[in-house]
């Protein structure tokens, strides 16, 4: 069956680069779209942006000049890295296969900023 | 502000009929289809309704979407103790470039 499952960094410090990985099993990555997206404590969640099998990226407007997705289908997995971390990060990150529709979601990763 | 607006709570007693409503514009729901998750605390979300109206396989047919114009419904039916929850919806908006949610519904069973 279809498995994420990621892993990264939880504590970051203002100014760092936070990095996550999400290991995907039991499927190809033709002919889909891989996703992060991510939820602040107590709110509500938000499209980081995604990556396609051919390596196209599309970023939420707000992050895409500090976000870069990239994919290594030798490894099976893609990545996560958002430049600058400010407290406004901390939240709970989830990779998923996807383009809205989001079947698949890996088990989460918390991430604080904290100086 | 969320792109796609949603109430912040709804509630309803056991057995009893729920709708949650999902409202966008042109650019998104207007000409996208529409997707609802149900998220329980702590954990990441499940897929509820896709396409609008379909259900993956598993998830009971007390749950059903509609859209219609550039809003979206999803309504539990014989709503149970279970089903309190947050609820999300999703599309696509041809504007952004990117997938939008709706700020999300608490759904609190009396």
């Known amino acids: 069956q279809v498995q994420l499952d990621q892993w990264g960094a939880g504590l970051l410090k203002p100014s760092e680069t936070l990095s996550l990985t999400c290991a995907v099993s039991g499927v190809s990555f033709t002919g889909y779209y891989w996703a992060w997206i991510r939820q602040p404590p107590g709110k509500g969640l938000e499209w980081i942006g995604e990556i396609n099998h051919s390596g196209y990226t599309n970023y939420n407007p707000s992050l895409t000049s500090r976000v870069t997705i990239s994919l290594d289908t030798s490894k099976n997995h893609f990545s996560l890295n958002l430049d600058s971390v400010t407290a406004a990060d901390t939240a709970l990150y989830f990779c998923?296969?996807?383009?809205?529709?989001?079947?698949?979601w890996g088990q989460g990763s918390l991430v604080t900023v904290s100086s | 502000q969320s792109v796609l607006t949603q109430p912040p709570s709804a509630s309803g007693t056991p057995g009893q009929r729920v709708t949650i409503s999902c409202s966008g514009s042109s650019s998104n729901i207007g000409k996208n289809t529409v997707h609802w998750y149900q998220q329980l605390p702590g954990t990441a979300p499940k897929l509820l309704i896709y396409?609008?109206?379909q259900r993956p396989s598993g998830v009971p047919d007390r749950f059903s979407g509609s859209k219609s114009g550039t809003s979206a419904s999803l309504a539990i039916s014989g709503l149970q103790s279970e089903d309190e929850a947050d609820y999300f919806c999703?599309?696509?908006?041809?504007?952004?470039?990117?997938?939008?949610f709706g700020g999300g519904t608490k759904l609190t069973v009396l």
């Open positions: 396409t609008n109206t």
């Open positions: 998923a296969r996807g383009h809205g529709r989001f079947q698949f």
């Open positions: 999703a599309t696509w908006d041809d504007s952004l470039t990117a997938v939008v």
